[in-house]
């Protein structure tokens, strides 16, 4: 016995096999998460921050002028109060942590 082939539209590549239940239900996806400042783009970003503010004679005038920037680049953009502050520290965490290798 054959199986029988339906198409949708003369191409081919449209092939639909027949039978089990007709059309298979739609593929639910929920909203896409956005990461706000992407892993990889931040490394040089991070890098370059930390040693210019290690650079200065107080980093921390340096970093409060870096972290309302980055802040406010964020909440432009349109992210939930939450996720800014997420950002916002792992930001502090990782320059932080980087400001240790030049002082």
Known sequence: MQQQRSYIGNAPSS???????GESPP???????IIPFP???RVGFLDR????????????????SVYR?????????????????S???????AIQSRLGEYV
């Open 69 to 85: 920037q980055q802040e406010s680049s964020l909440r432009r953009r349109g992210f939930p109060e939450d996720v800014v502050q």
């Open 27 to 33: 593929i639910s996806r929920g909203p896409a998460e």
């Open 49 to 64: 921050t930390a040693h210019l503010a290690a650079s200065y004679r107080d980093p921390s005038k340096y970093l409060a």
């Open 39 to 41: 892993v990889v783009a």
């Open 87 to 93: 950002e916002m520290a792992a930001l502090d965490r």
């Open 15 to 21: 092939y639909i096999p027949t039978g089990g239940g």
